[in-house]
């Protein structure tokens, strides 16, 4: 894993919209940072019910990786709604944080964007980020952590119960965690030259990582 310091500013990233397969569920579109909102009432006042009495900022991020951690977990979330008798349906849904508080099981992605969020309140920009990335074990899967600079790098994983609830030095991963983009609610970074196992060569600004969820209607 290399780290946020080695990850540079890029375009932000059009989500959702009729030309993707996955994210909305209305076909809208939205800019990856605004997947992370720590400006929403829900998340604050869900931030303050979780930190309430703790003092250090280790113990609230504890508290906030512990609550995250502790949703079940599900590959795909899937949403429908019926608006005026037009049905929609997402099988791949990216929810926003304040809806992900009230699902009922949540993926990588999801609840890294819900943890990203609630740490927001108590770190600013530059030192909490969600990470897209791949996870290389005895497979190479998409994954998705959060990433936090404190006195040293960590990851937070949320999905795994064998490291769920600890803050992991980076430096101890190698190459289990790859590291492609970054984002929070202010920003979009990514580690440049780093492979893409489905490269989508005819998109110019877009993250190739994100193929499936991009309005590639609006890539240049």
Same mark, same amino acid.
């Given at each position: 894993?290399?780290?946020?310091?080695f990850?540079?500013? %890029?375009?932000?990233?059009?989500i959702?919209?009729?030309?993707?397969a996955?994210a909305?569920?209305f076909?809208?579109v !939205?800019? @990856?940072t605004?997947?992370?909102?720590?400006?929403s009432?829900?998340?604050?006042? !869900?931030y *303050?019910?979780?930190?309430?009495?703790?003092?250090?900022?280790?113990?609230?991020?504890?508290?906030?990786?512990?609550?995250?951690?502790?949703?079940? %977990?599900t590959q795909f979330?899937r949403?429908?709604?019926?608006?005026?008798?037009?049905?929609?349906v997402?099988?791949d849904?990216?929810?926003?944080?304040?809806?992900?508080? %009230?699902?009922? !099981?949540?993926?990588?992605?999801? *609840?890294?964007?819900?943890?990203t969020?609630?740490?927001?309140?108590?770190?600013?920009?530059?030192?909490?980020?969600?990470c897209?990335g791949? @996870?290389n074990?005895?497979?190479?899967?998409?994954?998705?952590?959060t990433?936090? *600079?404190l006195?040293?790098?960590?990851? @937070?994983?949320?999905?795994?119960?064998?490291?769920?609830?600890k803050?992991?030095?980076?430096?101890t991963?190698?190459? $289990?965690?790859?590291?492609?983009?970054?984002?929070?609610?202010?920003?979009?970074?990514? $580690?440049?030259?780093r *492979?893409?196992?489905?490269?989508?060569?005819?998109?110019?600004?877009?993250?190739?990582?994100?193929v499936?969820?991009?309005?590639?209607?609006l890539?240049?």
């Open positions: 894993m290399e780290g946020i310091n990850a540079i500013p %890029y375009d932000n990233q059009p959702g919209g009729g030309h993707s996955a909305t569920l076909g809208e !939205k800019l @990856l605004s997947w992370i909102d720590p400006s009432i829900d998340i604050q006042n !869900k *303050k019910q979780l930190t309430r009495g703790l003092e250090s900022t280790e113990d609230k991020i504890k508290a906030c990786l512990g609550y995250v951690s502790a949703i079940p %977990y979330v949403v429908s709604a019926n608006v005026a008798g037009r049905r929609f997402q099988p849904a990216w929810l926003e944080p304040s809806q992900a508080i %009230y699902a009922g !099981k949540l993926n990588c992605a999801n *609840k890294t964007y819900l943890l969020s609630l740490l927001r309140q108590e770190l600013p920009a530059e030192n909490v980020w969600a897209l791949n @996870l074990s005895d497979s190479q899967d998409g994954h998705a952590w990433y936090v *600079k006195d040293a790098d960590y990851i @937070l994983e949320t999905t795994n119960p064998s490291v769920r609830d803050l992991i030095p980076i430096e991963v190698g190459n $289990i965690y790859e590291d492609i983009v970054y984002v929070n609610d202010v920003s979009v970074r990514a $580690i440049p030259e *492979k893409i196992r489905e490269p989508f060569s005819s998109c110019y600004n877009c993250l190739p990582f994100l499936d969820y991009l309005d590639r209607g890539c240049l």
